[in-house]
């Protein structure tokens, strides 16, 4: 249970999050992923907290000195090894040009142009290993007007357009409580990689895969997207409620919340069924009618809520079958049945903290048989490594004298 991509050798120049969460995710599916990180401090995110953990289970938010570890840099690194090189030293650009010459994947997110000046553009990469795909993440796009701009997550956010659908509403833009440019572009970057993988098995030949925060973020724009292009209508924020879609969206009832989606006509029927609404009442008919009057549907539905206690409520919707759910804390999902069943914690040995818990990954596979499916999901998930860990293992392969 290796996984797919067991074979695969990836070298991940990457740092921060959107390429070396595109490395993690290979690496997640079985490739070996080697992590090429600068002498001293290594990849930013080593230094990026509080929190921060200690070994013997410390965790505290001072700059204590000593072995930490940053539970930043914990999230997007499993499944590596970490080498250091300094890449403007003759000898560790010889071994990083080994690293590349057996390599199947190069993950590099740099500045555009900077790959090129250590001498290491496409041109050099195509003569040392055809086969060799490159990935390339930036913060704007590697040309046009923009093109050299330095890309952080929550700007890009902002100038792609995210930041405008996202609060409380129009005046209140806000960011998604997560590195979300940053995470999509590591994952729109490993699905252009492992498409440049399947066409090389026809021509014999790697290319370059390019994407950036910015392109990333404007992927997932959706209906928000078309509604501009197509309908010139102009999105904006407004708050926890579906902006083409009524009832769905979080409603407050006795003493908490519930999130509650009435997809279509007749999830409504029956949610007016249940608790004793008129369903063809004025503006109440149809899905349009309803957004055309959110607030009425919103001030109707809370007010049959007042009286009910969250759990109480959540089992009469999930009764008479109306998708709702309730807002978890982050500790309460990695405490969940339904999230552990998934695989969506794991425990990995950490070299210097022990046996620690991280997020899983979230795919899982399955092979059909006569019996039934078998699941074929890698299980043997490796601690993200500390800062230089595997260099002298890495460096003996490369000379044979290791296997």
């Not at 928000?224 to 904006?236: I, L, N």
């Not at 019996?371 to 601690?383: I, K, L, S």
Request: proline share 6%; charged share 20%.
């Amino acid at each position: 249970m290796s996984g797919p991509l067991d074979g695969v050798l990836v070298v991940d120049l990457t740092r921060a999050l959107a390429g070396p969460h595109a490395a993690m995710m290979l690496g997640d599916l079985g490739a070996r992923v080697i992590k090429v990180e600068s002498p001293g401090s290594g990849d930013d995110t080593r230094g990026w907290g509080p929190p921060f953990v200690w070994p013997g289970g410390g965790g505290a938010g001072d700059d204590m000195a000593g072995d930490r570890e940053s539970t930043y840099f914990l999230s997007t690194n499993r499944n590596k090894e970490s080498i250091t090189l300094d890449l403007k030293d003759e000898a560790d650009k010889a071994t990083l040009t080994e690293l590349l010459r057996r390599a199947d994947v190069l993950m590099e997110n740099f500045r555009p142009g900077t790959l090129a000046r250590l001498g290491f553009g496409t041109d050099v990469l195509a003569e040392l290993n055809p086969r060799l795909v490159t990935l390339a993440i930036s913060g704007f796009g590697h040309d046009g007007p923009e093109g050299g701009r330095a890309g952080y997550d929550q700007i890009a956010q902002g100038e792609g357009g995210l930041m405008s659908l996202t609060g409380s509403g129009p005046d209140d833009p806000q960011r998604v409580g997560v590195p979300i440019g940053d995470l999509l572009a590591g994952m729109y970057g490993a699905y252009g990689v492992l498409a440049a993988l399947m066409e090389r098995e026809k021509t014999g030949r790697g290319q370059v895969v390019r994407t950036s925060l910015l392109a990333a973020i404007v992927g997932v724009h959706a209906f928000q997207g078309t509604a501009w292009t197509v309908a010139g209508k102009v999105g904006r924020a407004q708050g926890n409620h579906h902006p083409s879609i009524a009832p769905y969206g979080l409603f407050h009832c006795k003493g908490g919340s519930v999130q509650v989606a009435c997809a279509n006509d007749s999830l409504w029927r029956k949610l007016c069924a249940e608790f004793g609404f008129d369903p063809e009442a004025p503006g109440m008919g149809t899905n349009g009618d309803r957004v055309e009057h959110r607030q009425e549907v919103i001030a109707l539905l809370e007010g049959a809520f007042a009286d009910i206690e969250a759990e109480e409520l959540l089992a009469r919707l999930a009764t008479v079958g109306i998708p709702s759910g309730k807002v978890r804390s982050i500790d309460e999902v990695y405490g969940w049945d339904q999230a552990l069943s998934q695989g969506l914690r794991v425990d990995v040995d950490h070299a210097t903290l022990g046996r620690v818990s991280l997020p899983g990954p979230p795919l899982r596979f399955f092979a059909p048989g006569p019996d039934g499916e078998t699941e074929t999901t890698r299980r043997d998930h490796a601690a993200p490594p500390v800062l230089g860990a595997d260099g002298d293992a890495i460096r003996a392969w490369l000379d044979g004298s290791s296997t």
